[in-house]
């Protein structure tokens, strides 16, 4: 599977869209791009997912370039609950079924 | 409610002692997943399963063993062999991808286990 790299931390402010970056530059043309968050503690949620097109649903809106080589996840509207941290995973669609995860972005919403 | 329950949520253990973590779901997913945290670090996939009766290892399977006897249950045993025990136990499960809808992974509440 390919690997990603995000950043370690970002802070947003409050209200604010939070743009949440991820390289995943050696993809291939089966791999899904998917966004998890986990707040302290808990198990991961997930976010959102696509293969080349952008996506938006109620939580978030995913941004892939045309090369797939990066992906950018966008939180419109930061609240203080939004913060956590935000894994991208690339997934091989056919083969295996695994989710890896990298240490993934530590993201600070700020009053 | 559907779901993905792991018990209990805080677990115990005097070292040498095997142990063994529950993982149940109600969504009828084929595919199951264990993966390990430690503290201020992402998750590393333990093992997974994608039918009965079958399971592949990830990428630290050294100490931990496994069962999928059933679709709705992967329990999960660590070992006395597996070196440091002591971290938060993650248990996923997915549809298998037919196509791009029903592929994302819904995760347990976790469970922390403390070796002392």
């Known amino acids: 599977d390919a690997k990603t790299t995000q950043p370690p931390s970002m802070d947003c402010a409050e209200g604010r869209a939070a743009n949440l970056p991820c390289n995943h530059s050696?993809?291939?043309?089966?791999?899904?791009v998917y966004w998890y968050r986990q707040i302290h503690s808990q198990g991961p949620q997930y976010i959102i997912h696509?293969?080349?097109n952008n996506e938006t649903n109620e939580m978030a809106s995913l941004i892939i370039t045309e090369d797939r080589k990066s992906s950018t996840l966008i939180l419109p509207h930061a609240t203080l609950r939004d913060t956590a941290v935000y894994y991208c995973i690339v997934r091989v669609f056919y083969t295996g079924n695994q989710f890896y995860f990298g240490t993934g972005t530590s993201l600070t919403v700020i009053p | 409610d559907g779901g993905i329950t792991q018990s209990p949520k805080y677990l115990f253990r005097k070292e040498g002692q095997n142990v063994t973590l529950s993982c149940e779901q109600n969504l009828n997913h084929d595919a199951m997943y264990w993966y390990r945290q430690d503290p201020g670090q992402g998750l590393r996939l333990i093992y997974y399963?994608?039918?009965?009766?079958?399971?592949q290892k990830g990428d630290i399977a050294e100490g931990y063993s496994v069962s999928r006897e059933k679709k709705e249950s992967f329990p999960l045993t660590v070992t006395s062999a597996q070196k440091n025990p002591t971290a938060f136990y993650l248990c996923a499960s997915s549809g298998v991808p037919v196509d791009r809808l029903n592929t994302e992974a819904f995760f347990g509440q976790g469970t922390r286990l403390t070796v002392v």
């Open positions: 399963s994608q039918i009965v009766n079958d399971f």
């Open positions: 050696t993809i291939s043309g089966n791999e899904y």
């Open positions: 696509g293969l080349k």
